[in-house]
Structures are given as structure tokens and as C-alpha cells.
């Protein structure tokens, strides 16, 4: 067993409510975390050993944007999006939490809804990210267009899965930004494609200098080898061995993209679709060395989608509002 030092400290987080409604949140909640290594936030998590993870959270300033072309490892096969990357990037936005110091993180989160076609205001980030007093979320999209909205609060947390769902201060219109989707068919999980060559992709906002810009572009690892389980009470879930990320990808997405079945949701969803399958959380080490020096690895950890999902739900028909076919269902079941 890996011996583990815990840790306790106390940090300031931005919004945070419990799982009550919005108008009993406060602006700011004074918690005391206990932690399996100095990075992370997860608290009264028995299964400590399975938690251990180097968080990909950053604290950005202006001397680390630092320009170089090399210290690339050869594992490194990320690409930096741009015109010609898939549309359902555009999802993936970058959170930039500021502090009361004037210094920032800088996290990844995801717009989300029922479907590509409903305009929302909900994204789905890492609770670790949220070490701050506001926040902004902003993405630039395949045509160019630069959308930015204020994070009005803390909807709901999870400190055991290390999940948070952000309420934008305005809806995205789902005709510059589709939202990613959430699987709400049980009958065809996501879980019953992980081997049959779908698309898969994890996104975020890694801040090493020589691909990610210092957090400032979106890079993204398109695969068709990633692994998901749920291993002796896990609290996170996932685990792939060949996807990189460095500090900064916190909260970005772990993407799946497949054309449906026909009987998944008829009338409401056809053709290729793209789900939000996990949320980027960290890696088991710290194995890469940017030349700014923010450190990273290829064995990224997510959270897996069903760990959340249930309660994600929930608030898209809260905030976004329902879908015909869908949220109002008698016997609509996850």
C-alpha cells in the first residue's frame, strides 16, 4: 500500500453551496479539507489510496507564459484546436477563477444540456478549481467568436467525486456553442460503446508552455484506447495511460462521440452526438516538465459520468429547462 501523508488546510471557495437550493448559498464557505497529497481537495474519502491524484489545477500569472518549442515528450501527441477541430470543442470552455491576491486558476469546464440543440447555462468543472472569489467561463469558437459569461454561483458539489456544476449568469445559445450532452438512456449506456471504435477525446487547458500556451489555448487528445472502471469504491472512476495533460486541465472534458441508435432517443437526437463522458480531475504522477515549469503526465484520471449524473440531470431541467420526450417522462430513468 502506498504510504500517504494527510494534510490539512483551509482554503477559500468561490460559491460554494451544498446540495441545498440556490437561495440558501452563501458567496463564500470556509472548508477544511483533508487530503491525500498537498494538491488535493477531497474530504472524508475512506478509500483514501484510490483518490491519490496530482490535481491539474494552475495558478496563472504573467511570468509564466513563457514561449519555447522544446521539453515536447515523445509521448505528447496532443493537438491545439483550431478551425479545423471538431465543433463539440467549442463546449469545452476555460474557467479563470480570480483570488483576492489578484493572482488566478485556470481550469477547463463544459457547457452541457439535454441535447446539441438546447441553449444552456450550466457547466461541469473540478470543485478543486474553485479557490477563488468570481469566476468567468470563455470559450472561442470554430468560426472565431469569442464568448465569455460571469459564473453567478455554485449550484451543487461533490468533494468525494471532486465535481462541481457552475450557473453561467446568462444561457449560451446553443447556435454558437452545442452544448455537450448527457446520457440519459439507460437502455444504451455509454458504458455498452467503450469498445466498438467510437471517438473519444479529453480537452482542457493545460498551462505548459510549449503546446498550451500557458493555459491560453484549448488542447485536446483524440483516442480510441481509453479505460473506464469502477474499482473497489473508486470515488473517481477512469484512467487512461496514453492521455497527457499538465496543470491547468483540471475540469476539462472526457468526450465520447458516436452515431446513435436509432431507438436511443427517436425524434430527439440522430446522427453522431457528443456526450460528456468524464471530467478531467489529475494524474497519478507528475512525470513531464514544461520549460515554465508546470508539471504533467500521460496517465490522466476522470470522473466518470456516472457519478454525477443523476443530479446533473436534475438541474439542466432546473436551469435549462425541459425537453419534450425527455425530463418530463413518467419513467424517464438513468
Known amino acids: 500500500m502506498r504510504a500517504v501523508v ?83 470543442l467549442d463546449a469545452v470552455g476555460r474557467l479563470r477563477i480570480e483570488k483576492s491576491n489578484g493572482k488566478a486558476n485556470i481550469c477547463g469546464g463544459s457547457l452541457v444540456a439535454f441535447t446539441p440543440k438546447q441553449s444552456s447555462r450550466i457547466v461541469v468543472t473540478s470543485l478543486h478549481c474553485l479557490a477563488g472569489n468570481t469566476a468567468t467561463w470563455t470559450t472561442k469558437t470554430k468560426d472565431g467568436k469569442t464568448i465569455t459569461r460571469k459564473v453567478k454561483e455554485v449550484i451543487h458539489n461533490n468533494w468525494e467525486s471532486d465535481v462541481a456544476f457552475l450557473l453561467l449568469e446568462d444561457f449560451v445559445d446553443f447556435r454558437d456553442v452545442p452544448p455537450l450532452i448527457l446520457d440519459y438512456n439507460g437502455g444504451s449506456s455509454l458504458d455498452g460503446h467503450m469498445s466498438n471504435g467510437v471517438e473519444f477525446a479529453a480537452a482542457g487547458y493545460s498551462a505548459d508552455a510549449e503546446k498550451g500556451k500557458g493555459g491560453t489555448v484549448l488542447t485536446y487528445d483524440v483516442t480510441g484506447d481509453m479505460a473506464a472502471s ?5 470515488p473517481i472512476g477512469g484512467v487512461s495511460d496514453d492521455i ?8 476539462g472534458a472526457i468526450i465520447l462521440s458516436y452515431e446513435v441508435d436509432e431507438d436511443y432517443a427517436p425524434g430527439i437526437l440522430e446522427g453522431k452526438q457528443a456526450f460528456l463522458f468524464g471530467v478531467i480531475k489529475g494524474g497519478l504522477t507528475n512525470d513531464f516538465a514544461s520549460s515554465n515549469g508546470v508539471e504533467g503526465s500521460n496517465n490522466t484520471r476522470f470522473v466518470t459520468y456516472e457519478k454525477f ?3 446533473l440531470a436534475d438541474y439542466m431541467e432546473k436551469y435549462n429547462g425541459k425537453i419534450d420526450g425527455i425530463a418530463d417522462e413518467p419513467d424517464w430513468d438513468f
Do not use: M
Request: net charge negative; with cysteine.
Open 6 to 88: 494527510k494534510i490539512l488546510f483551509t482554503v477559500n471557495v468561490l460559491f460554494i453551496c451544498g446540495y441545498s437550493t440556490a437561495s440558501e448559498c452563501h458567496s463564500s464557505k470556509t472548508v477544511t479539507p483533508t487530503t491525500g497529497n498537498s494538491r488535493s481537495i477531497a474530504s472524508e474519502v475512506k478509500t483514501i489510496d484510490s483518490f491519490i491524484s496530482t490535481d491539474r489545477s494552475t495558478e496563472v500569472s504573467k511570468g509564466l507564459y513563457l514561449k519555447s518549442d522544446k521539453a515536447i515528450h515523445p509521448s505528447d501527441d496532443r493537438l491545439v484546436k483550431g478551425p479545423d477541430s471538431p465543433r463539440y
Open 230 to 234: 469502477d474499482v473497489s469504491g473508486d
Open 244 to 251: 497527457t495533460t499538465f496543470g491547468g486541465a483540471s475540469g
Open 309 to 311: 449524473d443523476l443530479d
